[in-house]
């Protein structure tokens, strides 16, 4: 199983054009998870490969990582091959988790173990700083859905 992203879609000359194939540029994981984001790191490749429109799965979100390819404006971003995979989306996480080399997944639950250790607001990172080149660069806070819930304050209404 991979990651890819469809660049062509390739329909039959049959009578009923039917999609049997896409071509798909494949997606490669970095070594370690975003030190900033806690994220896995996608590579772009080059080269297309062909593969049968039954064999995709699913659709998974990706972000451009910004941070590395010192991206100043996020309306206009360098054309680089450099992403993020959303760990923490709750559509086809089961697929997601599937695809994580299990290096990068073993890292990403002790980093959050650690993150919770330390309460919700994690410290700054050795090396982080909160603005480089316009880019915030500051330690991710955990999702919402991964908090404890916030005791909830009585509205005035409430009194």
Do not use: W
């Not at 071509?23 to 970095?30: H, I, P, R, T």
């Not at 559509?91 to 695809?99: E, G, K, R, S, T």
């Amino acid at each position: 199983m991979s990651i890819g992203r469809i660049c062509e879609i390739l329909v039959s000359h049959n009578i009923h054009k039917t999609v049997d194939h896409v071509a798909l540029q494949v997606f490669s994981f970095g070594p370690t998870l975003h030190p900033s984001i806690f994220l896995p790191c996608l590579n772009l490749a080059k080269d297309e490969i062909v593969s049968m429109a039954a064999d995709i799965i699913c659709t998974i979100n990706l972000q451009h990582n910004c941070i590395d390819s010192k991206c100043v404006d996020m309306r206009q971003q360098h054309p680089t091959p450099h992403y993020f995979l959303n760990t923490y989306s709750i559509h086809n996480c089961d697929h997601i988790q599937l695809v994580i080399p299990e290096v990068l997944s073993v890292q990403q639950m002790k980093d959050k173990k650690a993150v919770k250790k330390l309460g919700d607001t994690p410290g700054p990172q050795e090396g982080a700083t909160t603005m480089e080149e316009g880019v915030c660069n500051a330690t991710a806070p955990l999702p919402a859905f991964d908090r404890t819930p916030t005791k909830r304050v009585p509205a005035l209404s409430d009194l």
